[in-house]
């Protein structure tokens, strides 16, 4: 895998690994019984988006190695 490649692999497993991480521990507005006024109920209350994405980058991190690992044990014949 060329660096060009893994990195597409990494940033593709980033996002991915974003979206799949980001409703988790999610509380809205309307569960903790804090509105704050002018917004929408469903808000969360604490999104925690750094934490989230350090996670993803630990999952994409994860992924891309082993995409490194089996793409040319793939490739290879």
Request: charged share 15%.
């Amino acid at each position: 895998m060329t660096i060009a490649s893994g990195v597409v692999v990494f940033v593709l497993a980033w996002w991915i690994s974003f979206f799949a991480v980001l409703p988790i521990g999610v509380r809205g507005q309307f569960e903790d019984g804090e509105h704050t006024p002018g917004t929408e109920e469903g808000a969360p209350v604490r999104p925690m988006v750094w934490k989230k994405a350090l996670w993803a980058t630990i999952g994409a991190t994860v992924l891309t190695a082993i995409a490194a690992v089996v793409v040319p044990l793939l490739l290879a014949e």
